[in-house]
């Protein structure tokens, strides 16, 4: 009797054991994908009239995007009767995710918001039409911002918008410490080091000259421009040399040593921390570098009304290297059923004041020009003092850096692991100059 | 012994199935069942071929044999990947598992208001795995956090410790063993189910506390030690979110939090790189069904079963 009560008992806790391992064991594989914030919610009105058609348009984003951008897309079927635009948006996480997924299940959405980083991987895959056989007017905007829709000489997206990179100051800190401003027409990046380390010391405590600028390869790719060099080129393959990146990481280097930005941990922890929590947004630094498009954020958070400066090094070498990036773009499925309807949403959301009026600088500061015009006595502070900022470069820009390569995206991933490594000194800027290349070359490569 | 013999009578009644409950089991079970096949079932076998092909996502997979399986031992980021993986589990599960039984000791002694701590304790593992207790980490273990305003009374000035290489793991062992509350509401119903009796006969035969804990406690609740083992090592190989919010998505910094299912969601969704994904998928299937197996053949050795 014991016997046999024992071997069952083992029998029954070895059987439940056994099929909890077995079921979770299958969800290791099941739960490597993150479901990702549903938002199919709004998909509610389906079809319209009989006859309409229907098309779909992606996008990313915070909630007030998604209340312009529909109030956009009412905006659209009222004027074109018997169009349907369904909405399809996610905050920036999920969203290639989603598109990746819905690519693959071959359910591209008619009209996809893209950017820079991810256009070619989808554009070399056949993914995106040929915008230039589509009737989309791009009379108002300029030659270097549609050459930004390029890869390998096909348009395959347009730009919503332009945003630079560039520095942003906040003159209050720089007053309270006794620093000035630099000229930023004239500066180099020695100067930048310098003065930050100097407005760290005059700041007192808890209190730093800038905020590290080695996390976003768009800073490298200034850098390489002004001594003549590119991030990438027209090709996809790398035209920066090791020296030039290890320059770049060496900046870091030297402003933790002169003390001008926080050390490695708080530096990663600030990093991840977006405009909010950044140094500038939490009125504990004198500069970090920004998309222009951003100062509104980090006006707002800081309280501060924040200065655009040039970045540093733009007289210091062979040319300038700052630029105007597209925002984003508009691109349109290559499989869409509807081409010649999504092409007149496209052209709608690119040409009419009346989009414009509706969303300001969100998505840049508009590219077609007249637009632009049209709506820049509605901007607010910061977004107006970003329009001057732009037109005042627009004679000093000299082009627009090619479009990234394949596996772009991955990039900044790269960019960030081993600016760290140099931050917390596992690495020397030579070290990681030559593995940021080789690893570069690899991601790139296919 | 008589009363073990009574209780296994009981149960073994109370198992058996009337005549016609089959029928509405199963009507019970189908949506599961249905919902085993679409979502797990299907794309299990799917990533299993897609395993075995390039596959970019945004085009048709093209088969390429074991390649993706070869490349993973000459990347270094995976290796990195499964270390932090298994530095992650060994220590973290094992320290778990202490804080669990030793908390479900203290509760076992009938305090007053026994549910109340019960739920304090078990808290942790409703939130563990979430966003919300990811966000809670980055701020207590921050720069200016917590932690640092603590030391910072004993003149001690930390680090940022969720965003530095060397301490950055160490905070997310330490989340995970602060979930205890799952494992520790499972021994504690085992140390209810351990007969008062033995104790007694062991106080009155003069053996200690701890010789009572070692030669009763810890042999008759091995079968639940087991369970739990088994249960925590394979959820702990599956952390995805803590890593993925404290590290912004990186797994960094430098690369210090790249849990193994992180760098899998890295290839698969930033590097359109679903093949090798899959691949990894697959091995770590291996591992954990690897893991399991090994622990099931070892537990012969020392979980006894009793009852």
């Not at chain 2, 205890?180 to 499972?186: E, H, L």
Request: glycine share 10%; charged share 20%; proline share 4%.
């Amino acid at each position: 009797m014991r016997a046999t009560t024992t071997r069952r008992g083992r029998t029954r806790a070895a059987f439940i054991a056994m099929t909890a391992a077995g079921a979770m064991a299958l969800g290791a594989c099941g739960s490597g994908s993150s479901g990702g914030p549903g938002s199919d919610s709004t998909q509610a009105e389906e079809g319209g009239e009989g006859d309409g058609v229907e098309i779909r348009f992606s996008w990313w984003g915070s909630d007030d995007r998604h209340q312009t951008t529909q109030e956009i897309i009412d905006l659209f079927e009222e004027k074109n009767p018997g169009i349907t635009v369904v909405p399809d948006y996610t905050d920036w996480g999920g969203y290639w995710d989603k598109l990746a997924t819905s690519t693959a299940g071959g359910d591209t959405p008619d009209v996809i918001t893209h950017e820079e980083r991810f256009i070619a991987d989808y554009a070399n895959r056949g993914v995106l039409a040929d915008l230039e056989s589509l009737d989309i007017d791009t009379s108002e905007m300029q030659d270097t911002v549609i050459d930004g829709g390029r890869v390998d000489g096909t348009l395959y997206g347009l730009a919503t918008g332009v945003n630079a990179y560039a520095m942003m100051a906040d003159p209050q800190i720089f007053a309270d410490a006794g620093v000035e401003v630099p000229d930023d027409t004239t500066w180099t990046w020695e100067d930048f080091v310098a003065v930050s380390g100097e407005l760290s010391k005059a700041a007192g405590d808890g209190v730093y000259g800038t905020q590290d600028i080695g996390f976003n390869e768009a800073g490298l790719s200034i850098l390489a421009r002004q001594k003549g060099q590119n991030l990438y080129n027209e090709d996809g393959s790398l035209g920066v040399d090791a020296e030039t990146v290890s320059q770049f990481f060496q900046i870091g280097l030297d402003l933790q040593e002169n003390g001008g930005a926080p050390d490695g941990s708080r530096t990663v922890e600030i990093q991840n921390a977006g405009p909010e929590g950044s140094l500038l947004g939490t009125n504990a630094g004198g500069m970090g570098v920004w998309w222009s498009n951003q100062l509104g954020a980090l006006s707002s958070a800081s309280g501060h009304e924040l200065e655009l400066l040039r970045m540093p090094g733009e007289t210091e070498y062979e040319r300038t290297g700052m630029y105007f990036k597209p925002a984003m773009f508009y691109s349109v499925s290559a499989t869409t059923e509807h081409p010649e309807e999504s092409a007149m949403f496209v052209d709608f959301l690119l040409n009419d004041p009346e989009v414009a009026a509706l969303q300001l600088t969100d998505r840049g500061l508009p590219s077609n020009l007249s637009v632009r015009e049209s709506i820049l006595g509605d901007l607010e502070a910061a977004d107006a003092k970003v329009a001057d900022f732009m037109a005042d470069l627009e004679d000093e820009i000299v082009d627009g850096p090619p479009v990234p390569p394949n596996g772009a995206g991955d990039v900044q991933d790269i960019m960030i692991r081993l600016n760290s490594e140099v931050l917390f000194g596992s690495m020397t800027p030579d070290e990681a100059a030559e593995a940021f290349l080789s690893e570069v070359e690899a991601a790139t490569s296919n | 012994m008589s009363v073990i013999q009574e209780v296994a009578k009981t149960r073994g009644a109370s198992r058996e199935l009337r005549k016609g409950d089959g029928k509405a089991a199963a009507i019970f079970l189908a949506p599961w069942f249905l919902g085993l096949g679409l979502i797990t079932a299907f794309p299990l076998l799917a990533s299993l071929y897609l395993s075995f092909t390039d596959y970019s996502l945004l085009e048709a997979p093209s088969w390429i044999g074991l390649e993706n399986y070869q490349r993973m031992f000459e990347d270094p980021r995976w290796l990195q990947s499964l270390s932090v993986t298994l530095r992650y589990v060994l220590i973290s599960v094992p320290l778990q598992l202490m804080a669990a039984l030793a908390l479900a000791m203290v509760l076992d002694r009938g305090l007053r208001g026994l549910a109340i701590y019960r739920s304090v304790y078990y808290l942790p593992s409703l939130l563990g795995s979430s966003v919300a207790i990811a966000l809670l980490w980055r701020q207590v273990f921050g720069a200016d956090g917590l932690v640092n305003q603590v030391l910072g009374y004993f003149g001690i000035q930390g680090y940022g410790w969720v965003s530095h290489p060397d301490y950055a793991l160490g905070t997310l062992m330490i989340l995970n063993v602060w979930t205890f509350g799952a494992p520790m509401i499972i021994f504690l119903a085992g140390l209810r189910q351990i007969p008062a009796m033995y104790y007694e006969a062991a106080s009155i035969d003069g053996a200690s506390k701890v010789r009572q804990f070692f030669n009763i406690t810890i042999p008759l609740l091995s079968p639940i030690i087991f369970f739990n083992l088994v249960l925590q090592l394979i959820g702990a190989f599956q952390s995805f979110t803590q890593a993925f919010i404290v590290s912004g998505g990186t797994g960094g910094p430098v690369d210090s939090t790249l849990f193994y299912t992180l760098y899998l969601y890295q290839n698969g969704f930033k590097s359109f790189d679903m093949g090798y994904a899959s691949a990894m998928a697959w091995f770590l299937l291996l591992i954990v069904a690897g893991m399991t197996a090994v622990n099931f053949l070892a537990s012969k050795y020392w979980v006894f079963y009793d009852d």
